[in-house]
C-alpha cells in the first residue's frame, strides 16, 4: 500500500510533503509531485502537512481522482526506483493524465 497526490496538487506544488518525507520518496513531476509506491514506507507523515489536502492512503482516494493511482504508479514505468527523490529535482515530465490537465486554478 502508498499514499497518492491527487488532482488538487497539480500546478500547485507546495512541497512540504517533500519536506515531510522521512525516506525521500515523493519526485518532482513538471506539473505535480508523485510518491514512488515502491519507495514509500506508509508513515503517513506526508498527508497532513499538504496545504491543499491531495495526498490520500491509495484505498481512501476520493472516485472522482481514483486514476491518479495509476498516474502516481505508471510515472515510475521508466525510471524505476532511483533510490531518493532529492538527487533528481524537478524531473520535467509528467504522467500523460496530468500533462492534459488545462492549468490549474490556483486561488
Given at each position: 500500500?502508498?499514499?497518492i497526490i491527487a488532482q488538487p496538487c497539480v500546478d500547485v506544488k507546495d512541497k512540504?510533503?517533500?519536506e515531510e518525507c522521512p525516506v525521500d520518496c515523493i519526485y518532482e513531476g513538471e506539473?505535480?509531485?508523485y510518491i514512488h509506491p515502491d519507495e514509500c514506507v506508509d508513515c503517513g507523515a506526508c498527508e497532513p502537512v499538504c496545504p491543499v489536502e491531495?495526498?490520500?492512503y491509495e484505498d481512501d482516494v476520493p472516485?472522482?481522482?481514483a486514476e491518479y493511482y495509476k498516474a502516481n504508479v505508471d510515472f515510475f514505468d521508466e525510471i524505476g526506483s532511483p533510490g531518493g527523490a532529492a538527487k533528481f529535482g524537478n524531473m520535467g515530465i509528467d504522467h500523460p493524465?496530468?500533462?492534459v490537465l488545462p492549468p490549474q486554478n490556483q486561488d
Open positions: 500500500m502508498t499514499y512540504a510533503c517533500v506539473r505535480a509531485l491531495a495526498i490520500y472516485e472522482e481522482w493524465i496530468i500533462a
